[in-house]
């Protein structure tokens, strides 16, 4: 099925730097959204965006909504240990179908 | 309030059995969507149920796979003649009709087939 591409797929960082990834699509979408999984765990939302050129913040966290509607990056400033784990853009199209498509995801690790 | 539940966390089984997997969705969420995350992958697609309309059911990948939600409220997915390659975590999320994107996730079942 259709997927998103996410990037990079793995990041290794040290304590204290900021972080940036990001997913890209060839088709439009109305809502982009990242997550946070954890081992063992489902994935946590984190930031929903629904307009395009839309910049949102979450603690740490600044998301944005490409302005072609086809792309969104996630920024994490000044990382910390309790920020491992996998990050997940997902894309969702407003109508009938409520499925979210994914992007394979960031694994992010974080050095103290 | 409570989150997304399911049911078992683990489940083990032989090649051929069959497995129900359970979900109680957020109280007042009225769609309820099933996801499969194989080993080091995203998620992908199962089933889609909304309110009293027909589900979309278009990410099951085989006959071998079911899934019905009663009441409105809780859903089973069941997988007959399960195969090693079904082995993978199933995630349940739920959602308001309105933010349908803002899907929040349960912890998922680790079903492993032998």
């Known amino acids: 099925g259709q997927q998103l591409n996410q990037s990079p797929q793995s990041m290794f960082i040290q304590e204290g730097e900021d972080v940036s990834m990001n997913c890209t699509s060839s088709?439009?979408?109305?809502?982009w959204l990242w997550y946070k999984q954890d081992p063992g765990e489902g994935p946590v939302l984190l930031i929903a965006l629904y307009k395009a050129g839309e910049l949102t913040s979450n603690g740490r966290l600044t998301a944005q909504f490409g302005i072609t509607r086809k792309d969104s990056f996630l920024n994490i400033s000044a990382s910390i240990p309790s920020d491992v784990g996998i990050y997940f853009c997902?894309?969702?199209?407003?109508?009938?179908?409520?499925?979210?498509?994914f992007g394979q995801g960031t694994t992010l690790q974080v050095k103290p | 309030g409570a989150g997304v539940s399911q049911s078992p966390s683990n489940k083990v089984t032989e090649k051929g059995k069959d497995v129900e997997l359970r979900c109680d969705p957020i109280?007042?969420?009225?769609?309820l969507y099933w996801y499969r995350q194989s080993l080091g992958q995203g998620l992908e697609f199962l089933i889609y149920?909304?309110?009293?309309?027909?589900?979309?059911k278009s990410g099951l990948p085989s006959d071998r796979f079911s899934a019905e939600r009663t009441g409105g409220s809780v859903s089973t997915l069941t997988i007959q003649r399960t195969q090693q390659e079904d082995s993978a975590v199933y995630l349940c999320?739920?959602?308001?009709?309105?933010?349908?994107?803002?899907?929040?996730f349960g912890p998922g079942t680790r079903l492993t087939v032998t």
């Open positions: 997902a894309g969702h199209r407003s109508g009938n179908t409520g499925k979210l498509i």
């Open positions: 088709s439009i979408f109305n809502t």
């Open positions: 109280s007042g969420h009225t769609a």
């Open positions: 149920f909304q309110g009293n309309s027909a589900p979309d």
């Open positions: 999320a739920s959602s308001f009709r309105r933010r349908g994107g803002e899907q929040y």
